[in-house]
């Protein structure tokens, strides 16, 4: 009788992390395919397979005469097109780590570094460095704008872990908040931007819309590094974060550092968005979206959720950006095509207003303590 | 209640230029040519403006002090709703591809027309969810005008930026809320809705007050309040969509008003809604007033009104358990 209760849970168990492993395996085909696709566009004809071949001997150090059509071809896919692709990936992995570690703090599925006002304080830091020259730092380059960006960022991350702490607030209050202050932040960039002229002011704003156009090599670095820094402290973290959606007293009492691990979080999140906000602008929802579809099919364990929903992410804003170039000729801008997305998306969250995943969860950890005897800590 | 209102009312004026007062009075009488130029920028550019925040202010307050009032939720405002949103997309569509709904009037009406039916959504759907889910807490409502704000704004940018550099920057202050396009030839459509929205709330004000209570007391009351309050928001968005149509989005007027007013005289509806009234005019041609004279080229007047409303807005979301002043 046990023994075919045990195979049972053996079997379910098994189905339950394929099930992750097939999500994950599907996103990173999509990646993969979408970065071919996105190769392809653009005024010189490239054949889909041909990208992946050009990419592979690029890699592989072939090299070719200067001015020969194969040297054109390596040169366009290499230096013109593919850092739009990898700078998508990356912005993609670094804005859903960014929600999901957030929402997975606050266990609040509506926040993410746009409707947090992460993103425009951050703009706000961008604006204060472009047009009054003002850094935190005195080098003024690349990581002088970034400082600020993430000094302004913090600011409404800040403000949000304070107000979740207290219990007497509901998540769509909380949003609310993020939202005020995403207003305030935005009037007070526009205050800046309007003193400059159209020129600069049509340059901003198409920067603050999130698009990526044009960008280059230079852009990567940075974003890359400090995207790789962020995403492996949440993947280390993650088990943590799990512990913490259980309550802080339980947390507590199971030894965790609640305080200290909500300030990592903090600076983790406002530096990896301030990183990407910085070059790119503000991609709104794709924090929230990611995250959401990926708890949708795997539940809400972190230790699943973080890496999967990166990928989910990166997928995503690969996807939409090909999309968008594939359909209309006029330049969309990826972060309109990703509010057109989560804008309906975010309607529903509001809607449904479930609190039922964080609740699952919950249950989980609480049969895990419970194999232990004697022990159980939380309350679902 | 009424000195308060006329209190605020004369005092918006002060901030002008006591000159002004002199120019405008000789052009009534008809000595203008003595003053020749001076006349004319008075008259042709200052005037419109100042008449145009007036009615503006007059309008959003009035619609915010209703909306509050009627839905009892103390964040509503045409702006948190959407509704300025909806209404700036109708126009800015008409604008940029001059595509209206109804063809064949002519060309500001068919913008006002516009910007009124993209009003209505987000309104109707605001209604519509807080009809079928009722457990709805006023934040959520807001937080689903906020969603149907995003999809607008993310039209509106797509049709912003298909155009060039220089109707960008005129579009995008428009969209930001400024006072600097309002002319002579606007006045009269905004002054038809601005008198047809304070006439009708005024008139109507004890009824906004009984929706102001729950609905069960309404119901017994003699009143349909399901009805009731669907007709006050679309009339809550054609007046909001008269001004928005000329002015762009200005946030937070509707909010603030009402809030002000309120700790003052209280939430009697048959004076709130008059004394916002006022008062959003008075607050709107201050921060207009504050925006031209800040810099020499002038901010857009929706700036000042962001930074003053989105503290606010933070404070009353804040304080909202403690529900006194209702």
């Not at chain 1, 492993?21 to 889909?48: E, M, P, Q």
């Not at chain 1, 919950?362 to 159980?376: D, L």
């Not at chain 2, 937070?252 to 509806?269: E, K, N, Q, T, Y």
Request: hydrophobic content about 55%; charged content about 10%; some cysteine.
């Amino acid at each position: 009788m046990s023994e075919a209760k045990n195979a049972d849970a053996k079997r379910d168990y098994r189905r339950y992390i394929l099930r992750k492993i097939l999500y994950i395996a599907v996103l990173a085909l999509a990646v993969f395919v979408s970065a071919g696709v996105s190769i392809t566009l653009g005024a010189r004809d490239i054949h889909f397979f041909d990208v992946y071949r050009i990419l592979f001997e690029h890699i592989s150090g072939v090299s070719y005469e200067t001015g020969s059509p194969a040297w054109w071809d390596d040169y366009i896919v290499w230096d013109i097109r593919l850092p739009r692709v990898m700078v998508a990936v990356v912005a993609g992995i670094a804005l859903s780590v960014c929600g999901t570690v957030i929402q997975s703090m606050v266990k609040n599925p509506l926040a993410d570094p746009y409707t947090t006002g992460i993103s425009s304080g951050a703009v706000f830091g961008v604006a204060i460095a472009m047009v009054l020259g003002l850094t935190a730092s005195p080098s003024g380059s690349g990581a002088g704008v970034l400082l600020n960006a993430f000094i302004f960022g913090m600011i409404p991350a800040g403000v949000i872990i304070l107000l979740s702490r207290g219990k007497s607030m509901s998540p769509a209050t909380i949003i609310l908040c993020g939202i005020a202050m995403s207003y305030l932040f935005s009037a007070m960039s526009t205050l800046l931007m309007i003193v400059s002229d159209a020129e600069t002011i049509a340059n901003i704003y198409k920067w603050q819309i999130g698009s990526l156009e044009g960008v280059t090599w230079d852009t990567f670095p940075l974003m890359a590094a400090v995207t790789a820094a962020g995403t492996a402290a949440s993947l280390v973290l993650a088990s943590k974060l799990n512990i913490l959606a259980t309550g802080d007293n339980n947390a507590k009492s199971l030894g965790l550092n609640v305080d200290g691990i909500r300030t990592i979080c903090l600076v983790v999140i406002s530096l990896v968005t301030a990183s990407v906000t910085c070059y790119i602008g503000i991609i709104s929802f794709l924090g929230l979206v990611a995250p959401n579809l990926t708890r949708l099919v795997i539940g809400s364990d972190n230790k699943y959720l973080v890496p999967a929903s990166m990928l989910a992410g990166a997928a995503i804003l690969l996807l939409a950006d090909t999309a968008s170039r594939l359909i209309s000729t006029v330049n969309v801008p990826v972060g309109v095509v990703m509010s057109f997305v989560g804008g309906p998306v975010f309607l529903l969250l509001i809607i449904i207003n479930k609190k039922e995943v964080w609740r699952r969860t919950i249950r989980r950890i609480n049969r895990r303590i419970a194999a232990t005897p004697g022990r159980r800590f939380c309350s679902a | 209640m009424a000195a308060l209102g006329i209190g605020v009312w004369a005092g918006k004026y002060d901030i002008g230029f006591l000159e002004a007062y002199q120019v405008l009075f000789d052009h009534l009488t008809g000595n203008g040519d003595a003053n020749g130029m001076k006349d004319t920028v008075v008259w042709e550019i200052h005037l419109p403006r100042a008449i145009g925040g007036l009615l503006g202010g007059a309008v959003l307050g009035i619609a915010g002090a209703v909306m509050q009032s009627s839905m009892k939720n103390p964040l509503a405002d045409p702006y948190t709703t959407g509704i300025s949103s909806g209404a700036s997309l109708g126009a800015t569509i008409a604008i940029i591809t001059g595509f209206t709904i109804l063809p064949s009037v002519s060309a500001s009406l068919g913008t006002v027309v516009n910007a009124f039916v993209f009003a209505l959504i987000p309104a109707l759907v605001i209604i519509l969810i807080s009809t079928f889910k009722t457990n709805m807490t006023s934040t959520s409502i807001i937080l689903i005008g906020v969603a149907v704000m995003y999809v607008f704004s993310a039209t509106d940018t797509l049709l912003k930026v298909s155009t060039t550099a220089e109707k960008l920057a005129d579009a995008y202050v428009w969209g930001i809320g400024t006072l600097g396009r309002t002319t002579w030839s606007s006045i009269p459509i905004m002054l038809g809705g601005a008198v047809f929205g304070v006439a009708f709330f005024m008139l109507l004000s004890r009824k906004v007050g009984i929706l102001s209570m729950n609905d069960k007391s309404a119901v017994a009351m003699g009143e349909n309040p399901k009805k009731l309050r669907l007709a006050f928001m679309v009339v809550v968005a054609m007046i909001t969509s008269v001004i928005v149509a000329f002015t762009g989005t200005i946030g937070f007027v509707g909010l603030v008003a009402p809030h002000i007013v309120r700790l003052a005289i209280g939430s009697d509806c048959r004076y709130l809604i008059p004394a916002s009234a006022c008062f959003g005019a008075a607050f709107l041609m201050c921060a207009d007033c504050a925006a031209r004279m800040l810099t020499v080229t002038g901010l857009p007047v929706g700036i000042i009104t962001s930074i003053i409303g989105g503290p606010l807005f933070l404070i009353i979301l804040v304080r909202m358990r403690r529900k006194s002043a209702w």
